[in-house]
């Protein structure tokens, strides 16, 4: 059986990391929401983060599936039938042979221990708690600020709302402060969690992608900068930066 990802993709135009995205949401043939404007200086496809994670995950483990998009405008995602996948009305969710997971963390842990995958070291118990305090970090100390930044710059203009750029400017001080950090961490080792890349790496692959698109310059120190150039140049996430 070919796993089932069920998701959501936006393609977003921008006109420039300072322009007032304001624009219309429509769905085109293919079930994607697009926000089309005039005139573009560069198209990103910002498919839901959640769903870029576990498509990301698969690529890494070559793991065949099938992507279902999930049409949120038509409130397919609270429909009896998808709440018995994600009981939150949430995406991403998988069905892997009638196995039913969701939230997009727990994914890419079941996966890669399914695979046996060094990108979750669980045989060791040292590795394996190296690996959680990495991937604590990446919730804790990244998610948050980058995600209310793509939040205010990308998702908010989607639904016609102004971008609240002293929340924007707040959040990306607080962030840099929490990559200082990172530096220093990066510092002594390749990855996190150590040498060898983990999922705890890649998780940060769907928003720092936003943030970069946008124009903020954030893994800019020489250790970040190596860090990010390695895992943002995986061909894993090549194949899903753009599309599922």
């Given at each position: 059986?070919?796993?089932?990802?069920?998701?959501?993709?936006?393609?977003?135009?921008?006109?420039?990391?300072?322009?007032?995205?304001?624009?219309?949401?429509?769905?085109?043939?293919?079930?994607?929401?697009?926000?089309?404007?005039?005139?573009?200086r560069y198209i990103a496809d910002v498919y839901i983060k959640g769903?870029?994670?576990?498509?990301?995950?698969?690529?890494?483990?070559?793991?065949?599936?099938?992507?279902?998009?999930?049409?949120?405008?038509?409130?397919?995602?609270?429909?009896?039938?998808?709440?018995?996948?994600?009981?939150?009305?949430?995406?991403?969710?998988?069905?892997?042979?009638?196995?039913?997971?969701?939230?997009?963390?727990?994914?890419?842990?079941?996966?890669?221990?399914?695979?046996?995958?060094?990108?979750?070291?669980?045989?060791?118990?040292?590795?394996?708690?190296?690996?959680?305090?990495?991937?604590?970090?990446?919730?804790?100390?990244?998610?948050?600020?980058?995600?209310?930044?793509?939040?205010?710059?990308?998702?908010?203009?989607?639904?016609?709302?102004?971008?609240?750029?002293?929340?924007?400017?707040?959040?990306?001080?607080?962030?840099?402060?929490?990559?200082?950090?990172?530096?220093?961490?990066?510092?002594?080792?390749?990855?996190?969690?150590?040498?060898?890349?983990?999922?705890?790496?890649?998780?940060?692959?769907?928003?720092?992608?936003?943030?970069?698109?946008?124009?903020?310059?954030?893994?800019?120190?020489?250790?970040?900068?190596?860090?990010?150039?390695?895992?943002?140049?995986?061909?894993?996430?090549?194949?899903?930066?753009?599309?599922?």
């Amino acid at each position: 059986m070919v796993l089932t990802i069920y998701g959501m993709q936006i393609l977003v135009k921008v006109l420039n990391p300072d322009a007032d995205l304001t624009g219309r949401l429509r769905t085109d043939r293919c079930g994607k929401f697009c926000l089309f404007f005039v005139a573009h200086r560069y198209i990103a496809d910002v498919y839901i983060k959640g769903t870029r994670r576990v498509t990301l995950v698969c690529k890494e483990l070559n793991i065949p599936y099938k992507f279902v998009v999930v049409d949120l405008a038509a409130g397919e995602h609270k429909t009896p039938a998808y709440l018995q996948k994600q009981p939150f009305g949430q995406v991403p969710a998988i069905d892997d042979d009638g196995f039913k997971l969701c939230e997009s963390r727990a994914i890419g842990r079941y996966l890669s221990a399914k695979a046996g995958s060094p990108l979750l070291p669980n045989s060791d118990p040292k590795k394996f708690g190296e690996f959680e305090v990495a991937a604590s970090i990446e919730y804790s100390n990244f998610d948050p600020f980058a995600r209310t930044i793509a939040c205010e710059k990308v998702f908010k203009p989607l639904q016609g709302l102004a971008t609240d750029e002293a929340v924007v400017a707040e959040r990306l001080a607080a962030l840099t402060a929490k990559l200082e950090t990172y530096e220093v961490i990066l510092g002594k080792q390749k990855y996190l969690a150590g040498d060898e890349i983990t999922l705890a790496d890649l998780f940060h692959l769907p928003y720092g992608s936003i943030l970069v698109q946008v124009g903020f310059d954030i893994f800019s120190t020489p250790n970040l900068k190596r860090w990010w150039n390695d895992i943002s140049s995986r061909p894993s996430w090549q194949a899903v930066k753009d599309s599922a």
